[in-house]
């Protein structure tokens, strides 16, 4: 019989992450087949030149993944790259092993593979060729727009399809609302920590993005009153509902107060509710309370299934044509194929189902996460997908970081969340969703309990 070793000259440092990669890969790929014996320890050491502590840590990363078995005088055993999820299908930052925390998706199962797929093969039924002959209208086929203002409805806004445009995404219509409410030079206020994405698109625009003090539920009023005094803001930007990245749900008394600033200062508001109706004690929109200056969006991609990129951009009446002209210049028009499935589940109430389920899943990983991380001040939200960990015990965001990618566990750090600025948080987002199987989330979060348990100076020189 052939044992396969990795070659070792495509190793890297750390050696023991690196081998068990490897390995992990050749599972994925079929050149380890179920059932396939492993090397001994010894011989997989001897023949790469590592270490038998090394090989060691690599093969206890595997089992940790559930990807080999250890018995006991007859030695290890690959078990299948589908014998720790049983799900339909692995996304990509799962092949190679290890945990990915850092990415924040939504849980799935294999009723969403099921309900995408009939979705697929229904969608000619009934289609007008409009979806896939032409490139216009711009602002989305009328239909699309309909089925939109269905769901906005479920949203707590009540706007007519007139009013509304179909996007690419909540990505897709932050880009064009900041560019139709701003010119270069202009400032954008927004959370001290604040969505990523508008951190680097402020930078690419050539836009001042200041970032205000905030507590557990969002902006702080006075820090905004008093920066509108002191200086002339263009654009309030807010994540309301389930804000990410620290999880926070803003309530209805702190978004009117809010808006009443933004009136008083003639402020114009962007709205990102990503998460749409996933949370059972959401407060309405902010855009239900300032219907007059706000761009809302929203987007299926974080309530339903990650590819479904579509989502909603809701806007006063004025604003219409300047925001239209931003999403030809971006993407001519949303996808209309994808735009056409989005409203089909709309309409026959599978989009509603869809988050009614990632609300129960979300649910659950909020109550591993409360049990494993018991004792340690961390925020979240029972429909959130990540939790904020503020680090204790002399961790640093950058060093907890290195050190959990050292146990094969990725979580992201404070730095891409940070506005202009803003001293640093030492503390980690964490994603409740995207390792699906919920015995890998539970091993995933027990080993960064264990590293919190620990102080980091008997680790820095792995950490570094």
């Known amino acids: 019989m052939t044992i396969w070793y990795p070659d070792p000259d495509s190793l890297s440092s750390p050696l023991h992450a690196s081998l068990a990669q490897a390995l992990a890969k050749a599972i994925s790929d079929g050149r380890l087949a179920q059932g396939a014996q492993l090397p001994t320890h010894r011989r997989m050491a001897e023949q790469l030149g590592l270490s038998v502590h090394t090989v060691s840590k690599a093969y206890d990363s595997l089992r940790r993944q559930r990807l080999i078995d250890g018995q006991v005088g007859r030695g290890s055993f690959v078990t299948g790259p589908d014998a720790a999820g049983g799900q339909p299908y692995r996304l990509e930052s799962e092949t190679g092993g290890?945990?990915?925390?850092?990415?924040?998706?939504?849980?799935?199962?294999?009723?969403?593979?099921e309900r995408f797929q009939q979705a697929l093969r229904q969608l000619p039924e009934g289609l007008d060729p409009g979806c896939y002959l032409s490139s216009r209208p711009n602002a989305g086929h009328r239909a699309h727009r309909e089925a939109g203002a269905e769901w906005l409805k479920i949203c707590g806004l009540e706007v007519p399809a007139e009013r509304i445009l179909m996007t690419n995404g909540a990505s897709h219509g932050l880009s064009a609302a900041l560019t139709a409410l701003t010119r270069p030079g202009d400032t954008v206020v927004a959370d001290k920590v604040t969505h990523h994405l508008l951190v680097s698109a402020c930078a690419c625009l050539g836009l001042t993005l200041a970032g205000l003090d905030m507590d557990g539920e969002g902006m702080l009023?006075?820090?905004?009153?008093e920066f509108c005094r002191k200086s002339a803001p263009k654009v309030l930007f807010l994540l309301p509902s389930l804000a990410n990245a620290t999880a926070g749900m803003m309530p209805e008394d702190r978004r009117q107060t809010l808006v009443e600033v933004a009136r008083k200062h003639d402020l114009l508001i962007i709205e990102n509710d990503a998460f749409g109706p996933v949370a059972e004690d959401r407060p309405e929109p902010v855009a239900a309370l300032a219907p007059e200056r706000t761009v809302y969006l929203t987007t299926f991609t974080k309530c339903t299934v990650s590819g479904l990129r579509a989502g909603y951009l809701a806007a006063p009446e004025h604003l219409l044509p300047a925001l239209t002209g931003r999403i030809v210049v971006f993407s001519w028009m949303a996808t209309p194929l994808i735009c056409e499935l989005a409203s089909r589940w709309v309409r026959d109430g599978t989009?509603?189902?869809?988050?009614?389920?990632?609300?129960?899943a979300l649910a659950e990983?909020?109550?591993i996460a409360a049990e494993v991380l018991q004792g340690w001040n961390w925020q979240g939200h029972p429909a959130a997908l990540h939790l904020w960990l503020p680090l204790e015990g002399g961790w640093t965001s950058s060093g907890f970081v290195s050190y959990a990618r050292e146990l094969n566990v990725a979580v992201a750090p404070d730095t891409p969340f940070l506005t202009p600025r803003t001293l640093p948080q030492n503390a980690v987002r964490i994603s409740l969703g995207s390792v699906q199987d919920p015995l890998r989330f539970r091993q995933a979060l027990e080993l960064l309990a264990g590293m919190l348990r620990q102080p980091p100076e008997g680790v820095s020189a792995l950490a570094f």
Do not use: K, N
């Not at 925390?101 to 593979?113: G, T």
């Open 221 to 225: 009023p006075d820090a905004l009153e």
């Open 98 to 113: 290890g945990y990915d925390l850092s990415i924040s998706r939504p849980v799935f199962a294999q009723m969403h593979a």
């Open 351 to 360: 989009a509603l189902e869809l988050a009614r389920w990632q609300r129960r």
């Open 365 to 367: 990983r909020h109550a």
